[in-house]
């Protein structure tokens, strides 16, 4: 028989384990519990949650993993032992300061939806070779593809469109730093993702 531990251990360990319904199940039961070893198990699990919202390169994905998350924080600011553990207090810090800042997937976004609307806005004025903005039709398009990418769930494991920043031949004026650290965040969070969450 799987017992509460069990299924969180399999969710940790195998992307997608467990509906909604189960996990809250799992922690609920942990959450009655006496036995220090179910609210150890609760404490891990609640750090791998947060850990799963920072590493989601999918919206359904990081939908999922908040809720989860949520869920877990609330039901472990509740339990007797969490005052005192030294862990969960830390745990719970990095929750916060999660709130209320961007994950990698939202900073793509809306770095990649500022980027469009300001090349957009910069065409609109001065047409198809704006002042400060070479390249800003290829530029355009590799945004709107990324963003199309990012927003529809298929972003990770794609290894095109690249914005070019590699050739030699092409600058992006005002852009270069901003496509730069869009670049970065996709090599660093969704070139090589696999697109499964908790």
Do not use: C
């Not at 996990?23 to 179910?38: F, H, N, Q």
């Not at 050739?167 to 090589?192: C, H, I, N, Q, W």
Request: proline share 6%.
């Amino acid at each position: 028989m799987t017992t509460a531990r069990d299924l969180l251990q399999a969710v940790m360990t195998r992307p997608g384990a467990g509906s909604d319904e189960e996990i809250a199940a799992a922690v609920d039961r942990l959450t009655r519990s006496d036995d220090p070893a179910d609210f150890r198990a609760l404490v891990d699990f609640f750090a791998f949650a947060i850990r799963a919202v920072h590493q989601a390169v999918t919206p359904n994905a990081l939908d999922r993993a908040k809720r989860v998350r949520d869920y877990v924080a609330a039901r472990l600011a509740r339990h007797p032992s969490a005052a005192e553990d030294e862990a969960y207090r830390e745990h719970r810090r990095r929750h916060e300061t999660q709130r209320t800042e961007r994950v990698p997937l939202e900073q793509f976004i809306a770095w990649s939806d500022g980027v469009i609307e300001e090349v957009q806005d910069a065409i609109a004025r001065e047409g198809a070779n704006p002042a400060g903005y070479p390249n800003a039709t290829l530029v355009l398009t590799t945004m709107k593809n990324w963003n199309r990418l990012a927003k529809s769930g298929d972003l990770p494991g794609s290894y095109s469109p690249a914005s070019g920043l590699g050739r030699p031949d092409l600058t992006f004026g005002k852009l270069e730093d901003r496509l730069r650290a869009l670049e970065d965040l996709y090599v660093s969070f969704f070139r090589d993702a696999k697109p499964d969450g908790v």
